[in-house]
């Protein structure tokens, strides 16, 4: 008897399940392997082995140490990548549900909204973003007075901003104005946007950055109320490619839009998009239309939006840096222009509170969650009438089920007769 063989028999004696095929295989294997193992691994030297008996760790265990050492590289780089995120106590159940429309409704919700919602939940005291929409040929220069007036300091002389704003920008890019400590700095970039940074106390006090871009009512003949509410919360900017002679646009959500006219054109545009059911708690409108000091406030409010004399709170904000003497005239003509009507539109939005977040933001989440479900019930009415087109009605169903076995009755009973006839016949009789 040979000695592979004995060894076969007591390897079988002792697994004796196991398929003998199979463990001669899984032992030609291993000794394959430590065969390979001897000849790659040099041997030690006296000295490398009396070094490796003081402490030196063997390479099974460098190797271990190597791949624990890179375990936790990645794990500090993925963190210094990705820092943990900052969403107060009180937002983490929201935001963490509001996230998961991520995966479970992308198709649905508006990405853009909801990125938008998810950072404003990630702080205490987040900026809000507030659109200035200029309507016809006139909406945007429009939109940078009113705009002008609002964040400008009374107590203060004029400062650079506000001639940057009246001068027009003629590349098409939407213009961002944000709270900046530097006094009479005026950065304007490259980017999707102009930006102005400017120490204005309105945006510091109320946590606000204002975008002023076009918006056009060419094509709302179509449009629902939904659809034309999420463009005015998310408007299209324009970026010029002058290399290339083209031009792209980009989403930019925000969290109030407040559309801005000026003249008859501009209360008719505004007319044509408020006539729509819009949330008035997201969407406002300023008319730039002459208002008379001696006209009482409730004769200046409009179906068609607030009505606003911005000539007159320029006049009102000149007169009182010229003098602080004109402070009753400055405070009468800033009244009967009506600005301060929009500025608590405004401010209404970007109001803390201690229960829970801003009302923009609570809108605006409100608003995110309401397209949504209108926007899965739509795809679900869809899907059901597509597969009802797509099936046989229920009353033919029914018809054809009786016509069917009506007709397999028939062909029995038809089949019985002749049969029974066949049977009958000489012909059987004389085959059988």
Known sequence: MSRHTSTLRRLFAR???????????????????????TEQTPPFSAAQRRSGLKGNASPQRSRAKGLGARQNSSVASATAINPPSTVPNTYEALHSRLAALQDSASG?????????????????????RVAFLGLGDRGVHAAR??????????????????KQLQDDMGDGRGLLLRYGDEIDTVSVTKDLVQTIDIPSPFLKRHGLEILITGFSTGDLAAEE??????????????????????VGFVRYPVHIALLVGEGVEGAVEAARILELELDTALVGAALDLPVRPDVAKSSIYSSAGQIVDISLATHALDLFRTSKANGAQFSHEWEASNVPATASFITSASQSSSSGPKPAITSTITSLLTSTITAINDAETTALQNASSASVPSPKRTQLLTDITSWSASAHKDLQLNLTAAFASPTWRRTA
């Open 108 to 128: 649905f919700a508006d990405l853009s909204r909801l990125q938008l919602a998810l950072r404003s939940l990630e702080s205490d005291s987040p900026t809000l």
């Open 145 to 162: 007075r009113l705009a002008r007036v609002l964040l400008a300091d009374a107590l203060g002389s004029e400062e650079a901003w506000e």
């Open 15 to 37: 697994d004796s399940h196991v398929c003998p095929s199979c463990t001669f295989q899984r032992t030609a294997r291993r000794a394959l392997y430590h065969s390979d193992a």
């Open 225 to 246: 109320s939904e659809e034309l509410e999420s463009q005015l919360l998310v408007p299209s900017l324009t970026i010029p490619n002058t290399s290339r002679g083209q």
